[in-house]
């Protein structure tokens, strides 16, 4: 029987992106001074976890984030990062770097809605997907399928891995990526929950059974 196995899912600092309110997917800026210094705060927190293993999105900011985390970390020496595609945000084609206002009000235009506050009342998380590659005119941007087998890729990659030995994972990726792993295990789970960036949640594998242990938690966060 595999001893217990818990993923520390982080989300990244800000970005310059996240700050102007554009849609970031697989477009990548630089973490902003503020997103840094919040990182350090979630990393004093965690600074006493051992981590086994520790992975992120191949994308500048999780790599980034990862980087600053771990110097905090008291443990960590040693530690390699592993960058894995599979973790990588929701691909928004045409429409990545766009004013989310812009982008989204177009999407709910286009997929009947009269704004982009009703989209996001009536459509869920995959709807909203597979509306936005119907609307990119490009037709590049992800539906849920194409996103979802990707991650999944990446999650199973984890688990396999470290199931039988257990231990603290670390995974820096991005909000709809933690979100959409955390969903198709909790069902329950509201599925439009906001992760804060630097955030911490945490899953736990034991006995073939997860659980959520914490969600959103910024509770941790230790200012130097």
Same mark, same amino acid.
């Given at each position: ?6 993923? !520390? ?7 310059y992106l ?9 477009? =990548? ?25 520790? !992975? ?5 900011r999780t ?12 443990? @960590? ?35 009947? !809605? @009269? ?8 459509? =869920? ?14 037709? =590049? ?48 789970? =509201? ?12 899953? @736990? !594998? ?16 230790t200012k130097?």
């Amino acid at each position: 029987m595999g001893k217990k196995l818990s993923l !520390y899912f982080v989300r990244h600092g800000q970005t310059y992106l996240n700050k102007n309110l554009r849609m970031q997917g697989w477009a =990548d800026t630089p973490l902003t001074p503020e997103g840094i210094e919040i990182v350090k705060e979630s990393g004093r927190g965690l600074a006493e976890t051992e981590f086994v293993a520790a !992975y992120s999105s191949d994308l500048h900011r999780t790599i980034a984030t990862a980087g600053y985390l771990l110097k905090e970390n008291k443990h @960590a020496f040693g530690l390699t990062l592993e960058p894995l595609s599979e973790f990588r945000e929701t691909f928004f084609g045409s429409y990545e770097g766009e004013k989310g206002d812009v982008a989204w009000n177009e999407i709910a235009t286009h997929m009947g !809605y @009269a704004s982009q506050e009703e989209l996001f009342q009536n459509a =869920d998380v995959r709807k909203t997907m597979n509306g936005t590659k119907a609307a990119d005119p490009t037709g =590049d941007a992800e539906d849920f399928m194409t996103f979802w087998t990707r991650v999944e890729q990446g999650f199973l990659h984890v688990i396999n891995r470290h199931r039988e030995t257990g231990g603290n994972v670390l995974i820096v990726a991005h909000g709809n990526t933690i979100r959409n792993i955390v969903h198709e295990l909790e069902p329950s789970l =509201d599925e439009d929950v906001i992760l804060d960036n630097a955030s911490v949640t945490v899953l @736990a !594998y034991e006995n073939g059974l997860f659980k959520l242990e914490r969600l959103n938690d910024t509770s941790h966060f230790t200012k130097a």
